[in-house]
């Protein structure tokens, strides 16, 4: 029997190979933005579509040879700053090779231009599941050609015809939520993923949402796709989600993927309840705001299984949160930690050093910070504007011509401080934190010795280094 050919692949150009710093976690799961998309196609009638995951895969080959065995029509590309590089590189072959391209995606909304050229033909912006399926319903009826006429009337999208850029009106967002079908899971590696994570941490897990969309403005957040809206699930139909997926792949632990899990009490409450009632608790791990974790929300949390929050601290220093436009309180950072505690839940914490205004003092309010939490994980990183943010827009004199050399395709800024200062500050952190932690435990081995001989050293390094790398604009002038 001939190979049905695909009308549609949809494809992530992300490759945990790329990714050194979701190396040093490994929580990897499949995306979940295309599972939807799929799921959501489907049901609308267009059944000839599959996504492509490629996390585990070294390189776009297999991705090429996909396309040789399935012949898709449309190649759908989602687009994020990190697999950019790659992507452009992988549109120009689908586009020698005939078929169409369409991307969505945070990063094509912010890099219109680049996508354009190269060779994508329409750019989904916002949410993709109406937007998609119109134009997978556009291209069928016009024998998988774009007709430029009709073009114009489907809304979210940007493309290019006679060499001028055209922008139809944004899409409405979809209402309810719960009438999105739940996201195709049996097609994605899933054996990989629970090797992974056993070999890891000894245990698999699995993710879901149940919100989209953030009312809050962090300077740096990029909020291209869901925007300032927040919508959520009802309690019912996640937990029926999530009943499905314990029954079919019964993984030991969930990952609730939202940004903002706990933002509406009244939302946990009756999620945990109805959790309990259904006897569906099973061990899972959210990101919060720090000041919605008060006593009663971290208690019901722990009472429907949750293990672990993170929580996006940030910075020890309340004038580096009110630049970040935060809208958090160094006091609610800590708060949360004692009611997470108090709870028996463990804590993660994201923090972000560089921020413009940082200084070495600063650097030492976040250490105390961090000591006093002593949380389980602390994530890391290092401030990159992305385009389309506040932060962007504050610092795009500053902002340096090339990228990062990582591959990673992010910006990179002239920052207060010399790079190396950022380094030796990250050391720093883990040494620092590392010291006090084996010391919490009484783990009196050779690597504590190792971090108590070289925290002060990198401290010491950071002093040294402190020196502000450029002039201030007044001195400019
Ligand atoms: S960082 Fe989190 S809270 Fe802040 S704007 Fe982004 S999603 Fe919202």
């Known amino acids: 029997m001939a190979q049905r050919r695909l009308d549609l692949l949809l494809f992530h150009a992300y490759y945990l190979v790329n990714d050194p710093h979701e190396q040093e976690i490994m929580r990897p799961f499949p995306p979940l933005g295309l599972q939807y998309l799929v799921a959501w196609l489907k049901r609308e009638g267009i059944s000839a579509v599959d996504w492509m995951d490629a996390t585990f895969q070294d390189g776009p080959d297999d991705f090429f040879e996909r396309c040789m065995v399935d012949s898709p029509r449309v190649v759908g590309l989602y687009g994020h700053t990190v697999t950019r590089p790659i992507a452009e590189k992988m549109v120009a072959r ?71 850029r055209v922008r139809t009106p944004p899409r409405p967002l979809i209402r309810p939520l719960d009438q999105i079908p739940w996201p195709e899971r049996r097609r994605a590696d899933l054996q990989h993923y629970f090797q992974v994570w056993q070999k890891r941490h000894g245990e698999t897990a699995m ?30 139909d996640v937990i029926d989600e999530l009943e499905a997926i314990r029954t079919t792949f019964d993984p030991d632990q969930i990952w609730f993927a939202d940004d903002l899990f706990t933002i509406n009490r009244g939302w946990v409450k009756r999620f945990c309840r109805e959790m309990i009632r259904r006897r569906s608790t099973i061990p899972f791990y959210v990101i919060a705001r720090p000041e919605t974790l008060t006593p009663e929300v971290c208690t019901d949390l722990a009472a429907a299984g949750c293990y672990r929050v993170y929580v996006s601290a940030e910075s020890g220093a309340q004038h580096i949160l009110d630049a970040m436009r935060k809208n958090d309180r160094v006091e609610d950072i800590l708060s949360a930690g004692v009611n997470l505690r108090c709870a028996g839940i463990e804590l993660g914490v994201f923090v972000m050093i560089g921020y413009p205004g ?31 943010t506040t932060f962007y827009d504050e610092i795009v004199d500053r902002v340096l011509p090339t990228p990062a050399s990582d591959g990673s395709g992010r910006l990179r800024f002239e920052m207060d401080y010399p790079r190396p200062y950022y380094d030796v500050a990250q050391r720093m952190i883990w040494a620092e934190t590392g010291l006090v932690r084996k010391l919490r435990r009484r783990e009196y081995d050779l690597e504590m010795a190792a971090l108590a001989v070289k925290a002060p050293l990198y401290r010491a390094a950071t002093r040294a280094l402190a020196i502000p790398a450029r002039r201030s604009r007044e001195d400019q002038r």
């Open 94 to 164: 689908c586009r020698a090779e005939g078929r169409r391209v369409i991307a969505g995606g945070p990063d094509p909304a912010q890099y219109i231009d680049e996508y354009l050229d190269a060779g994508v033909e329409v750019i989904v912006i916002g949410e993709g599941e109406r937007t998609l399926t119109a134009l997978m319903q556009h291209l069928k009826a016009n024998r998988w050609r774009w007709n430029y006429d009709a073009l114009v009337d489907i809304p979210g999208i940007v493309f290019r015809h006679r060499g001028e």
């Open 207 to 236: 993710s879901m949402v149940t919100s989209r969309g953030c009312p809050y403005h962090c300077s740096w957040c990029s909020k291209q796709v869901y925007g300032d809206t927040f919508r959520r699930r009802s309690t019912h």
């Open 358 to 388: 940082e200084s070495r003092e600063d650097l030492d309010a976040t250490l105390t910070m961090l000591h006093t939490l002593q949380p389980e994980v602390t994530l890391l990183s290092v401030a990159h504007p992305m385009k389309g």
